[in-house]
């Protein structure tokens, strides 16, 4: 069984950095995309940035190009979102998920971890 745990949130001043971690485990996952959401009191679930576990097809949201790099470690089977010149709108809980590469949606999920940032 696909599991996905997140870590690493916290409280940040702005322009402080964070980096989370999504610990994955159940299988092998060469063959899944990686993909980080972010989810706003009130607001929808917002793609983020995803990457291909080969490393490869990275991609992000215009909100957070240029501060937020997302990446893997496949030895440690864990997935990063470094972000940095964070931002009070890039308050959300952060949730990590994963989708085999040929499918469009993604269909194992995280329980997500809270960044806030202060103004």
């Known amino acids: 069984q696909v599991q996905l745990v997140e870590s690493g949130g916290g409280l940040v001043q702005a322009g402080g950095s964070l980096r989370l971690s999504c610990a994955a485990s159940?299988?092998?996952?060469?063959?899944?995309?990686m993909g980080w959401f972010r989810q706003a009191p009130g607001k929808e679930r917002d793609f983020v940035a995803a990457?291909?576990?080969?490393?490869?097809?990275?991609l992000y949201a215009d909100s957070v190009k240029g501060r937020f790099t997302i990446s893997r470690d496949s030895a440690e089977n864990t997935v990063y979102l470094q972000m940095n010149s964070l931002k009070p709108e890039d308050t959300a809980a952060y949730y990590c998920?994963?989708?085999?590469?040929?499918?469009?949606?993604?269909?194992?999920w995280g329980q997500g971890t809270q960044v806030t940032v202060s103004s």
């Open positions: 998920a994963a989708r085999l590469v040929t499918l469009k949606e993604y269909a194992y």
């Open positions: 159940g299988r092998t996952f060469n063959r899944y995309r």
């Open positions: 990457i291909n576990w080969s490393g490869g097809s990275i």
